[in-house]
Nanobody, 115 residues
């Protein structure tokens, strides 16, 4: 049984920073890719950043240079450091653990950026 628990969301002014955390339990975390997704009202869920088991990362263009994804395998936790936040970053943020052929999702954490 895989469980993912996100934390770290909140309300922040434009230009501010937040750090999201996603703690995984129930499986061998270090062997699998992780990702952060977000979904704004009326929009589809989109990939924000991903990190492979080996630590390779990729980002959607709109967050490059502002967001950083990282992982701590000893703590079975993936992080998303978000800097220079913009109102358009407002969304519910979800982490995903990919264990082929399955995807596991957390419950989401709200990020609201005020202008």
């Amino acid at each position: 049984q895989v469980q993912l628990v996100e934390s770290g969301g909140g309300l922040v002014q434009a230009g501010g920073s937040l750090r999201l955390s996603c703690a995984a339990s129930g499986r061998t975390f270090s062997r699998h890719a992780m990702g952060w997704f977000r979904q704004a009202p009326g929009n589809q869920r989109e990939l924000v950043a991903g990190i492979s088991s080996g630590g390779s990362t990729d980002y959607t263009d709109s967050v490059k240079g502002r967001f950083t994804i990282s992982r701590d395998n000893a703590k079975s936790t993936v992080y998303l450091q978000m800097n220079t936040l913009k109102p358009e970053d407002t969304a519910i943020y979800y982490c995903k653990l990919r264990v082929p052929p399955y995807n596991y999702w957390g419950q989401g954490t709200q990020v609201t950026v005020s202008s």
